[in-house]
């Protein structure tokens, strides 16, 4: 599996962090016959509103979207696409008091984690969701800078 990683909009990403996560979350929670390509698009409130409006039927932003693709049986395929909101990232990282790179390695986890099969519908998946992105954030190391 690759990663390709888009910037739509201004602001700094953790783009060795990310790819380091990746990496690990990929070798550890696909299946073994995935294959394919994630592409992780970072963008402002506005699109992510649109396609949260269009594939979601909710007119609202939101911070992180998921979209499986193609069924990830060869290297050519797009298993899907994951859209986080660097302004969402901004304001929840000055709301919880660390710094945006983390917010946007968690949040792209999060979105990650989807595409790979995990939902947060009932509370037990909350709870597995929130451990995973720990261990996965965790793993790709600390910076500080955003």
């Not at 302004?87 to 790179?101: D, K, T």
Request: charged share 30%; with cysteine.
């Amino acid at each position: 599996m690759r990663l390709m990683i888009f910037k739509e909009v201004q602001g700094r990403i953790p783009s060795a962090r990310l790819e380091k996560m990746f990496r690990k979350l990929s070798r550890e929670e696909r299946k073994p016959d995935w294959q394919g390509n994630i592409n992780l698009i970072f963008t402002d409130d506005k699109s992510v509103r649109r396609l949260n409006r269009e594939f979601r039927r909710v007119d609202a932003a939101t911070d992180v979207l998921a979209f499986s693709i193609d069924y990830p049986d060869s290297t050519d395929s797009m298993f899907g696409e994951v859209y986080v909101s660097i302004p969402a990232a901004v304001r929840q990282a000055a709301e919880s008091g660390v710094s945006v790179g983390e917010r946007l390695l968690r949040l792209a986890c999060h979105g990650l984690l989807h595409l790979f099969g995990y939902d947060h519908i009932k509370q037990r998946d909350v709870r597995q969701m929130k451990a995973l992105e720990d261990y996965y954030v965790a793993y790709a190391g600390r910076s500080g800078r955003g």
